[in-house]
């Protein structure tokens, strides 16, 4: 019959014996150091500047975000001055193509009228020197009347080069816009800033410019009638549309006040 192995039997018959005086397995294993106190504290430096940085993403996202939602206020209110400064020019050039085509209906009547007197000194030999006369007269008078429709052309033009720039540092400098006032010879004009209390409030007042003289209308408040015709009568003699809106600006803040 054969032995039986124990393995206990045989570990304890090969284990040294044990001396109390002899060190343990565990003292003699060596000393290890995971830094584990160096980690944590890296790791909330880390998340320190971690949520620093998400802190300052967010704050730079949301200064672009108004810094574009500002520059497109500014795009869209300088669009909606554009629009204006469109349609105030667009009805300006309507209104030198008429005087145009009137002019040009004038310019052809003026040359049937040299038919006309031509063919009347063929068939009166005997007032020749008469009609020849009228002729010549009529011709200085086209010449005249078109040397002044084209130096009123050439103003025009030149005013329609001026208007631009002048009409844009009015609007900015008095905070004003110009709209239509439904009617064709009449103009709306608005402003802000001149209540202190509130200032992006609006007044207005309606100038009519169907006459060589130019008329207040109407305007909102209400300010005194004199005052106004003073500023009218100062427009009408001196041609200073600016002027004449600084005064109706001052009016109104006076009136607020």
């Not at 909330?44 to 940085?53: G, L």
């Not at 009519?208 to 408040?221: A, I, L, N, Q, S």
């Amino acid at each position: 019959m054969g032995t039986i192995f124990e393995p206990s039997l045989s570990t304890s018959s090969m284990r040294p014996p044990h001396s109390s005086s002899a060190p343990s397995m565990a003292d003699t294993l060596p000393s290890i150091n995971f830094g584990f106190d160096e980690l944590r504290e890296r790791m909330a430096k880390f998340t320190y500047r971690f949520d620093d940085f998400i802190a300052e993403g967010r704050k730079r996202v949301l200064e672009e975000r108004n810094q574009f939602r500002m520059k497109v206020a500014e795009l869209q209110e300088d669009q909606k001055m554009k629009r204006r400064d469109v349609e105030i020019l667009t009805h300006k050039s309507t209104t030198h193509t008429q005087t145009l085509a009137k002019e040009a209906a004038e310019k052809a009547e003026m040359h049937g009228a040299i038919a006309t007197i031509t063919t009347q000194r063929d068939e009166r030999l005997s007032q020749h020197d008469l009609l020849k006369a009228e002729i010549a007269s009529v011709q200085k008078s086209i010449a005249q009347r078109l040397e002044a429709q084209r130096q009123y052309s050439l103003q025009i033009a030149a005013q329609a080069r001026n208007n631009n720039p002048e009409l844009d540092f009015w609007m900015d400098y008095l905070c004003m816009r110009i709209e239509g006032a439904g009617m064709v010879d009449r103009l709306k004009f608005v402003f802000t800033h001149v209540d202190e209390r509130e200032w992006e409030r609006e007044v207005w007042f309606e100038l009519c410019t169907e006459r060589r003289d130019y008329e207040v209308k109407g305007c909102r408040p209400k300010i005194e009638g004199e005052a106004v015709e003073r500023c009218v009568e100062r427009l009408n003699e001196s041609r200073d549309l600016g002027a004449f809106l600084k005064g109706m600006r001052e009016l109104f803040v006076k009136t607020l006040k």
